[in-house]
């Protein structure tokens, strides 16, 4: 037993000797940390900030991470301390198996700028496991001649610990013919081999039980027992051999299950039961027999489960054969696993950014990496994504590359785009794997509202109700979100007339524009604004757009009539000769109408008259001419009523009374009539003064031209007459003596009226009175001299 602690210990040395060599080449760059297996969730492995040297605030503001080399997430970081902590339970024999040391490559990963910081993580058996037998049942054949000191190789038990924890000793349940040799391997292990103390007798005792104990290092140690079987049999000086002594063979990794392998082959110079041979599968682990299987008789040899390069690239299987006397022989298979290409690569995306703002250049949207699990060019891959998109992949470090968009983006041109990222190794046939990334464009507050028009024009009838819609106006943006929400509002004008605020209201929200008060299309026919559409971004734009309203007339005022003036303080009448001939001019009826268009077009009408059929009158001018000869029978006094209307709808109308004196010449005296000496005595209408002085003012020089040509005219006809007055001639009254332009009409000139006023001791003029100028109307009654067409050549209404 000395002999045996010695040799440990030395084992021991040599394996602290190894390791302190592998921690002296270590790059510095890498962080080595260490673990027991199956430690609790959240147990602290290390506090990687202070070993990185950086503050637990930029852990949080470059968003760092742990990424380990298998993608699981068996550590996580505390962003808040900068404690690396385990996040699962770590079973050192399910991640490195019966490999040693048991190293956990991992990075931490930061951002911003991007870097990157390499450590490792040493998993640190602990005895967790027992040691096993695959057989429940060792059974040994040995025949009765065999020699003391003989050894029988035993069938190994398995212990998934390492190092001090693994398989260290085998012992044997007290007898008196065997005891256990422990022999070393080049790999490491141990095996047990049975050595012959005493003599067997067959005849004495055919069959022996033993139990064969495996005992680890741990601390307290596991054990594992199996019965061993030993069966003595007769003598078999011959035992089976084999050809060679090591077979190799390559199988592809997609080969079908049940496929043929290899067959061996071993001779046996005995003959009978001692020349048979059976063939098993020795020292084999549970993976072995599992996936391989070998006829016990014929030796041949055929795939049980699937081959998986990725898990295990080749497998060593010792073959024994053993004779019907129990002597055996061993073979070496060596079974290399050939890589095909059948994992298709892997894309690992460790941090994405799905929105990003329109206007940013060379923004992050995804760090990934990429890995394939074959190995050669089945394992080589090449990444990309589509051409024609503005986003470009980087390599970084080792496998891991970031998607970075190439130029600022614009939201209105394109809001979504849709990212392929495609990885294809270099097999064959190739195979190729593509993620999807969805990247959203958020929108900035780039482009001002846009009105739909430049200018608008809109139309408002006069004497509208307040608050009355009369339009709208429609910008659009084409941001989105509150950069798109359009809110309207006036500009008034630098110099407005009228207040715009107290003209037009418009509705911030959909821009209908409404009129606050009642438009008069007499006092303002038109009016322009500026309309502003602003935008709810930071910082708001806007736009503007000319709204010209132009107001419509309605049929709101009634004519006017300028002459005859119906509240003159002395109406004059008008005097018609006797002799006239039909056709003849006695006056002009001249109205206005403050409206406009078709609302101003005035048509005069004779409504009543003292002898129906006297008197007509031409309905677009007003003229009043006789319409037959006159006669004795005829009142000397006419009264005559005419309505002007005008064309609107509805029709607004205003009539106006006319007095006709019929002479037989100028030598009868005027006598005004009754209702005239009255009105003579109520005071002026101020309009009326003012019309009649701005008139006589403008036109002083040409009535006074007129009024010396008709004395002289009236003189020389005369001939002396009265004492003090001008002889008024008898017979026809002349017709140009009243109708100065001689064109029958006052479109274009201005006629005058001459009262004379009868009176012993007077011979002056009693009225003067211009009448101004006519409305531009079409004349269609030039000639007036042809009594006998009169009627039809005038548009007059009689009555």
Known sequence: MEIRGALVLRKRQVLILFVLLGLSQAHPESLPYSVAEETEIGSLVANLARDLGLGVEELSSREARVVCDDNEKHLHLDLLTGDLLINDKLDREEMCGSTEPCVMHFQMVLENPLQF?????????????????????????????????????????????????????????????????????????????????????????????????????????????????????????????????????????????????????????????????????????????????????????????????????????????????????????????????????????????????????????????????????????????????????????????????????????????????????????????????????????????????????????????????????????????????????????????VPLASLVSINPDNGHLFALTSLDYEALRAFEFRVGATDRGSPALSSQALVRVLVADANDNAPFVLYPLQNASAPCTELVPRAAEPGYLVTKVVAVDGDAGQNAWLSYQLLKA??????????????????????????PKQRLVVLVKDNGEPPLSASVTLHVLLVDGFSQPYLPPPEAEAAAAAPADPLTVYLVVALASVSSLFLFSVLVFVAVRLCRRGGAGSAGRCPVPEGHFPGHLVDVSGTGTLSQSYQYEVCLMGGPGTNEFKFLKPIIPDLPVQDSGRHIGENENFRNSFGLNLQ
């Open 117 to 497: 910081f390499q450590a490792e993580l040493h998993i640190k058996d602990i005895n967790d496991h027992s040691p096993t037998f695959l057989d429940n049942e060792i059974v040994i054949k040995i025949s009765e001649s065999t020699t003391i000191g003989t050894t029988f190789l035993m069938e190994s038990a398995q212990d998934l610990d390492v190092g001090s924890n693994s398989l260290q000793n085998y012992t044997v349940s007290p007898n008196s013919h065997f005891y256990i040799k422990i022999q070393d391997s080049d790999d490491g292990k141990i095996y047990p081999e049975l050595v012959l103390h005493r003599a067997l007798d067959h005849e004495e005792e055919p069959e022996l039980r033993l139990t064969l104990v495996a005992l680890d290092g741990g601390n307290p140690p596991r054990s594992g027992t199996t019965l061993v079987l030993i069966k003595v049999l007769d003598i078999n000086d011959n035992a089976p051999e084999f050809p060679q002594r090591l077979y190799e063979v390559q199988v592809p990794e997609n080969a079908p299950v049940g496929s043929w392998i290899i067959t061996v082959s071993a001779k046996d110079l005995d003959a009978g039961n001692y020349g048979k041979i059976l063939y098993t599968f020795f020292h084999a682990s549970e993976d072995i027999r599992k996936t391989f299987e070998i006829n016990p008789i014929s030796a041949e040899v055929h795939l049980r489960s699937q081959l998986d390069f990725e898990v295990v690239q080749s497998y060593t299987i010792n073959i024994q054969a053993t004779d019907g006397g129990g002597l055996s022989e061993e073979c070496t298979l060596l079974v290399k696993v050939i890589d095909t290409n059948d994992n298709p690569p892997e894309v690992i995306i460790s941090s994405i950014t799905k929105i990003i703002p329109e206007n940013a250049a060379e923004t992050l949207v995804a760090l990934f990496s990429v890995r394939d699990q074959d190995s050669g060019e089945n394992g080589r891959i090449i990444c990309s994504i589509q051409d024609d998109l503005p986003f470009f992949l980087k390599p970084t470090f080792k496998n891991f590359f970031t998607l970075v968009s190439d130029k600022a983006l614009d939201r209105e041109e394109r809001a979504e785009y849709n990212i392929t990222i495609s990885v294809t190794d270099m097999g064959t046939p190739r195979l190729k794997t593509e993620h999807n990334i969805t990247v959203l464009v958020s929108d900035v507050n780039d482009n001002a509202p846009a009105f739909t028009q430049t200018s608008y024009t809109l139309w408002v009838r006069e004497n509208n109700s307040p608050a009355l819609h009369i339009g709208s106006v429609s910008a659009t943006d084409s941001d989105t979100g509150a950069n798109a929400q359009v809110t309207y509002s006036l500009l008034p004008p630098p110099d407005p007339i």
């Open 610 to 635: 003292t002898e129906p059929g006297l008197f007509g009158v031409w309905a677009h001018n007003g003229e009043v001419r006789t319409a037959r000869l006159l006669s004795e029978r005829d009142a």
